[in-house]
């Protein structure tokens, strides 16, 4: 529901300005000129303005302006704008001095209709007055020239109706009317009433007079309209009048002269003028007049109005010849009264403390600094009570008024003075004080009186509470003093008797006392455990059940049978800090004074409505200042003036605003945005950097309004955004395909369904696209393909190199031991020894099949290399008559069955031993050794023989005989360790180095553990 205040008649226009209060807009804002001659609202909730220097978009936020541009066909035709209309379509049309034009809402975007020379059927001239679209949906174009002109949207033809042109074109009050009977009126200026009948296409033109009072003075029209009552007005230079529409005849209604026309929605009718707004209704009642006050902000920007606009929320637009006006009454619920500097009826100070009602239509106010007012609530007038004009008031900060029994007006003042009676009659002030020698004592906040009719009096400091003998003029009992059940503390804020006659006194540092009248008694619930939730009270009250509140920082509620306490504040999240005061309207509704404006509390089911100065209320800021009038009114009242208001009229606000995408800014480019049916933004990856703004179309207040948005797919949960702010801000989204939702509250707060969906499509760039990794996954497949491929080829033919030098180096060292055996068998063949070369053959043959079958291995196990070794040393000892000796000693822990070697990796040492070494002795001596040690297998060969010769770096000196078997097994060994990544090692050394003819030789081998299930064991 919209709240409309108004005007109390027989006020002067000063009086009614300080109750309708105004925003504008201005150059400041954007308009491109001050003058504004024609206000408009599309379909989608933008309003226009038109101006002699363009048209402008308003969202409630920004301005946009569109003007012709000579390098751009698309753009207006002119920047004169004379008329405006919008039709069935939601198409915008655009008169100008220069043609008409239809234009995209969003981009500005302009299709001109222009005169033709060549067409028949083209407007007569370029210079649009008035648009119209009738209720058969046709439109109407009216042209300077004096031609009425039935415009065909479909096809573009024009049918022409000629009239009495216009003169003075720079008079820019123009206007076609249609009325409740289909005729059309055309309104210009030197133009007499006409009416234009679309069936018979035939104009009625009605008689002016300067001398007949029967008919109209001027011939001059610039608006109609007609009232609730079916009437028709008719307003022009000469004023407004009440016109016959069948005869022409006429009753004036005012002098002033009128430009524009409009309906209220309480029948009363709007009239734009040069002096002002006037306001009419249909029944007797006299005018009210709105005018430009330069001591009031809020009144109307100027008094000389073009042209009176009502939107669909029901916001008044007013273009002045210095911006636009906007009254929007549900944005001024309530109704403002504050100080006015020259301005006698008005507060006498701006900051109000403390109000009471006297029950006769007056109502009392303290201020903070000036003193007291009287405020008539019907004549609307104050009378001020201050120290300068009343005698015996010795300050002008007033904290406490009060209203005895006797109808009696107490004031509380604030500067250690005293507290008094005021006696409006004699304009005189009776001051009474606790301790008239100081100024420490005499602070007061609250008086109260009780069922025997003792008058309790407040104080901030000096005994807390006290008894005031009203007959005696004296103080006559303390409750701080000479009693064991003490009031709580002596800095009292607030004393309130209930239903029952208790005396509540709430304390500003230590809780509250009850005190008890009949049994004399005072109960005390201060601060800590068990007992009031914060240090101290600023109000108490009892609701019509009978319930207690307690205004405090918080808000609780008391239950006296159990002393507990319910934080409401807690509870509800309110949007305050601290509560001043409390009142219960006629529908059983709490209403609490806070520090951010006012709170409506439902007591039954927790609900409530939160109102700020954007309501028009005083300010944010609230006092003690409370009170319920006896026609049920609520004056409450803070640092900027009181709001006096009806709360059965502060209803629920239903309405569902429009919304719109207004602007949308990529990577800090602002763009205006398309075709609203076009709900798709297509951006591509690195446009991720995204703002979108929005408007819901109601103008009432756009500060008030709140928006949630959510962009699914990427937000979680939908983002609130504060009030006053219109825009999501959208960064880092990923490539893909979402959904843009916002909605709204409308200018009540009620969040409301008008929501807006946008696809939202992201595309990525083409290396993350399906295509392309599909590409590059078989690229990568085939290069991985190629390259292990390569690798394995590689490692074969390493494996198969490796391989085949080991075979060549065992081939290579097998015919060397086979020539040195047969060599030997031919010399037991040449010594007559046929029983030795028998069994020297035999055991050979043997020898050589072990060979063969193990040559083919990398490694065998150790059992076997110990018996080839054996079955050598036996060979050998036969060749050479046992000159001499061999040892073969394995260590307990060698387990030969499990321990794996390379095969022939010993014999070339045994060998080179009996060959070189031990050659020239008769008492050689080779011993082989097997021991375990560490994580591998040592095996250590020595003889006694005449040693390796040894260069300086301690390595055997090259011997084409002697190291040949050695450096076989060197390049054996160094195979080995490369295809197995393995370690073995081999070190020479003398057995005796003093001996300078028998060193002996040490070879010891150290070879990794080698089993069956791992064939080489890492150190």
């Known amino acids: 529901m919209v709240f409309c205040s108004h005007f109390a008649f027989g006020q002067s226009a000063t009086d009614l300005n300080t109750s309708f209060r105004w925003d504008h807009l201005t150059v400041a804002d954007g308009l491109p000129s001050r003058e504004v001659y024609c206000i408009i609202q599309d379909s989608i909730g933008f309003m226009w303005f038109g101006t002699p220097e363009g048209l402008v978009r308003y969202d409630g936020y920004s301005m946009v302006v569109f003007t012709h541009n000579p390098n751009d066909s698309m753009s207006l035709s002119g920047n004169d704008i004379t008329a405006l209309a919008v039709d069935s379509s939601g198409n915008l049309w655009v008169g100008t001095?220069?043609?008409?034009?239809?234009?995209?809402?969003?981009?500005?975007?302009?299709?001109?209709?222009?005169?033709?020379?060549?067409?028949?059927?083209?407007?007569?001239?370029?210079?649009?007055?008035?648009?119209?679209?009738?209720?058969?949906?046709?439109?109407?174009?009216?042209?300077?020239?004096?031609?009425?002109?039935?415009?065909?949207?479909?096809?573009?033809?024009?049918?022409?109706?000629?009239?009495?042109?216009?003169?003075?074109?720079?008079?820019?009050?123009?206007?076609?009317?249609?009325?409740?009977?289909?005729?059309?009126?055309?309104?210009?200026?030197?133009?007499?009433?006409?009416?234009?009948?679309?069936?018979?296409?035939?104009?009625?033109?009605?008689?002016?007079?300067?001398?007949?009072?029967?008919?109209?003075?001027?011939?001059?029209?610039?608006?109609?309209?007609?009232?609730?009552n079916g009437n028709l007005l008719m307003g022009g230079l000469d004023g407004l009048y009440r016109l016959n529409s069948n005869d022409g005849t006429v009753q004036k209604i005012h002098s002033n002269s009128t430009f524009s026309l409009i309906s209220g929605d309480d029948g009363s009718v709007w009239a734009a003028t040069g002096s002002g707004i006037y306001r009419h209704f249909a029944d007797s009642t006299p005018p009210g007049q709105l005018t430009h006050d330069d001591d009031i902000a809020w009144s109307l920007i100027h008094n000389y109005v073009n042209v009176i606009f009502r939107d669909a929320s029901g916001c008044i637009w007013a273009g002045t010849s210095d911006g636009i006006s906007r009254w929007a009454p549900s944005k001024h619920k309530f109704k403002w009264y504050t100080h006015l500097t020259g301005k006698d009826n008005s507060l006498i100070s701006p900051r109000v403390n403390v109000m009471v009602s006297g029950g006769d239509g007056i109502l009392w106010i303290g201020t903070d600094g000036r003193g007291i007012d009287r405020f008539n609530l019907s004549a609307e007038t104050f009378r001020h009570f201050t120290p300068e004009n009343t005698p015996g008031m010795k300050g002008g900060k007033i904290r406490a008024l009060f209203i005895d029994r006797n109808k009696v007006l107490w004031a509380g003042l604030w500067n250690g003075t005293g507290f008094g009676q005021l006696n409006e009659a004699k304009g005189k002030f009776n001051l009474y004080s606790f301790d008239s020698t100081t100024q420490l004592y005499d602070w007061y906040n609250d008086f109260e009186e009780d069922e025997r009719g003792n008058f309790y009096v407040g104080f901030w400091g000096a005994n807390g509470v006290a008894w005031f003998d009203r007959t005696k003029k004296l103080f006559v009992r303390s409750f701080n003093k000479n009693r064991p059940d003490i009031v709580a503390s002596r800095l009292t804020i607030d004393l309130m008797c209930d239903r029952l006659g208790k005396i509540w006194i709430g304390t500003f540092d230590n809780g509250f006392s009850i005190y008890n009248p009949w049994s004399d008694k005072m109960t005390s619930i201060t601060e800590g455990d068990g007992g009031f939730p914060e240090e101290g009270v600023n109000a108490f009250f009892e609701d019509s059940k009978g319930r207690i509140w307690i205004a405090a920082k918080g808000l609780y509620r008391y239950f006296q049978s159990t002393q507990q306490f319910i934080n409401i504040s807690a509870w509800c999240q309110f949007p305050a800090k601290a509560f001043y005061a409390i009142t219960e309207d006629d529908n059983n509704m709490l209403w609490f004074n806070t520090d951010h404006g006012l709170i409506r509390f439902n007591p039954e089911d927790y609900s409530f409505a939160h109102f700020t100065e954007e309501d028009g209320l005083q300010s944010n800021q609230f006092t003690k200042a409370a009170c319920r009038l006896s026609d049920g009114r609520l004056a409450l009242g803070g640092s900027n003036g009181f709001n006096l208001f009806d709360p059965s009229v502060i209803t629920t606000d239903n309405f569902v605003p429009a919304m719109a995408i207004t602007g949308l800014i990529i990577n800090g480019k602002t763009y205006l945005n398309g075709d609203p049916q076009e709900r798709l933004l297509h951006l591509h990856y690195h446009e991720n950097f995204i703002t979108i703004r929005f408007s819901a179309f109601d103008y009432n207040n756009p500060g008030k309004i709140q928006y949630s948005y959510q962009l699914v797919g990427f937000n979680h949960y939908p983002v609130v955004i504060g009030q006053g702010d219109h825009e999501a801000i959208l960064t880092n989204i990923p490539p893909g395909n979402y959904s843009f939702i916002v909605r709204s509250t409308n200018a009540g707060g009620q969040w409301v369904d008008n929501r807006i969906i946008c696809d939202v499509i992201i595309t990525p760039p083409f290396w993350i696209t399906g295509w392309f990794n599909t590409l590059v996954v078989l690229i990568l497949g085939v290069g991985l393909y190629w390259l292990v491929r390569n690798r394995s080829e590689k490692a074969r033919i390493k494996e198969d190199s490796v391989e085949l030098q080991q075979k060549l180096l065992r081939s290579r060292m097998n015919p060397?031991?086979?020539?040195?055996?047969?060599?030997?068998?031919?010399?037991?063949?040449?010594?007559?020894?046929?029983?030795?070369?028998?069994?020297?053959?035999?055991?050979?043959?043997?020898?050589?099949?072990?060979?063969?079958?193990?040559?083919?291995?990398?490694?065998?196990?150790?059992?076997?290399?110990?018996?080839?070794?054996?079955?050598?040393l036996k060979l050998q000892l036969l060749r050479f008559s046992d000159r001499y000796k061999a040892d073969l000693l394995i260590e307990p822990t060698v387990d030969v069955n499990e321990i794996f070697v390379p095969p022939m990796l010993v014999q070339p040492f045994v060998e080179n031993a009996i060959e070189h070494g031990i050659m020239n002795r008769i008492d050689g001596l080779i011993r082989i050794e097997f021991a375990m040690m560490g994580k591998g297998l040592s095996i250590i060969v020595t003889d006694n023989g005449v040693g390796m010769p040894l260069n300086h770096c301690g390595d055997p000196v090259t011997h084409s005989k002697r190291t040949h078997a050695l450096q076989i097994t060197h390049d054996r060994i160094a195979l080995l360790n490369e295809k197995y990544a393995t370690r073995i090692t081999m070190e020479i050394g003398e057995v005796y180095p003093g001996d300078l003819h028998f060193p002996g030789t040490r070879i010891e081998l150290f070879i990794p553990s080698h089993t069956k299930t791992n064939k080489i064991c890492f150190e």
């Open 97 to 228: 001095t220069n043609g008409l034009n239809r234009i995209n809402p969003f981009s500005g975007k302009a299709i001109r209709f222009l005169k033709c020379d060549s067409k028949a059927d083209s407007f007569p001239d370029n210079h649009i007055r008035a648009l119209l679209i009738d209720s058969q949906q046709r439109m109407w174009v009216e042209t300077a020239g004096g031609t009425l002109n039935l415009f065909n949207r479909a096809d573009g033809s024009i049918k022409t109706y000629r009239h009495q042109p216009v003169t003075q074109v720079y008079y820019r009050y123009h206007q076609i009317y249609e009325d409740s009977r289909g005729m059309l009126w055309v309104a210009g200026r030197n133009i007499p009433p006409i009416k234009f009948d679309p069936i018979k296409e035939k104009f009625s033109v009605f008689p002016t007079s300067r001398t007949d009072r029967r008919y109209k003075r001027e011939s001059d029209g610039a608006c109609y309209i007609e009232d609730s």
């Open 816 to 872: 060397h031991f086979i020539f040195n055996s047969l060599f030997a068998i031919q010399n037991f063949i040449y010594t007559n020894s046929t029983d030795a070369a028998g069994r020297y053959l035999s055991d050979f043959a043997l020898l050589m099949r072990r060979i063969l079958d193990q040559s083919a291995e990398d490694f065998i196990p150790l059992e076997q290399e110990i018996k080839t070794l054996e079955l050598y």
